[in-house]
């Protein structure tokens, strides 16, 4: 599969715990975002990277987010210290400059 | 910033009508309108998209249309069935070329 792929796609953790998601685009794109989208909403644009560096944040994503890009292929997405009002699916996705943006199936945050 | 109304939020119709989900968008500098369509725990998939250079764009069932002047944009679906039912989002993308900003969704349920 040459699609976008994340890992995990599953992550259940206690309140407080620090937890790191996995992105993996399709090879040649150079730009890469994440969403966040939670249930009976569209996706939120959280943060996106062309190449290794990170152009632009939403408001949304709190000081307890961070992620990073190191050598412009695969993305990290890393919460700290989770609240239960980060429980959402996180979705990343691929595109080549401005052309379609691919998803990959997300992984879904459950924070007891 | 921008921001995108999508109506209605839920939609049924009977295999073979047509559906119809509208969307307005805020920031008149937009320039690419996609759809996606999202199955029941699946990723959100690109099923059509328009630039605003085009009124309307058509692809075998599906179809949508774009006034620029009035900023809403429209999706069409023809001869429905029932592997149409799905969560279909709308969402622009603004002249800067950084995130899709998606409105919240329209559950279309196709009967059979």
């Known amino acids: 599969d040459t699609g976008v792929s994340q890992d995990p796609r599953h992550k259940i953790t206690k309140r407080g715990q620090n937890v790191t998601f996995r992105c993996d685009p399709i090879?040649?794109?150079?730009?890469l975002y994440w969403y966040r989208q939670t249930l009976g909403q569209g996706p939120e644009f959280l943060t996106y990277?062309?190449?290794?560096?990170?152009?632009?944040k939403s408001r949304l994503l709190s000081d307890r987010f961070s992620a990073e890009r190191p050598k412009g292929s695969f993305s990290t997405l890393e919460i700290q210290r989770t609240e239960q009002g980060d429980s959402a699916m996180y979705l990343c996705?691929?595109?080549?400059?401005?052309?379609?943006?691919?998803f990959g199936p997300g992984t879904r945050l459950l924070v007891l | 910033g921008e921001n995108v109304e999508q109506h209605p939020s839920t939609l049924s119709v009977q295999e073979g009508d047509s559906a119809v989900i509208k969307c307005t968008y805020s920031?008149?500098?937009?320039?690419?309108f996609p759809w996606y369509k999202q199955e029941l725990g699946k990723r959100p998939q690109l099923i059509i998209d328009?630039?605003?250079?085009?009124g309307e764009k058509k692809d075998q069932r599906i179809a949508v249309t774009l006034n620029k002047t009035a900023k809403h944009f429209s999706l069409h679906i023809t001869e429905t069935q029932p592997e149409d039912s799905a969560v279909y989002f709308c969402?622009?993308?603004?002249?800067?070329?950084?995130?899709?900003?998606f409105g919240k969704g329209t559950t279309l349920s196709v009967s059979s």
């Open positions: 990277f062309q190449n290794e560096a990170q152009l632009e």
């Open positions: 328009i630039r605003s250079n085009v």
């Open positions: 090879s040649e794109h150079n730009r």
């Open positions: 996705a691929s595109s080549m400059y401005l052309e379609t943006q691919y």
């Open positions: 969402a622009a993308r603004n002249q800067a070329g950084t995130a899709l900003i």
């Open positions: 920031d008149s500098a937009s320039n690419y």
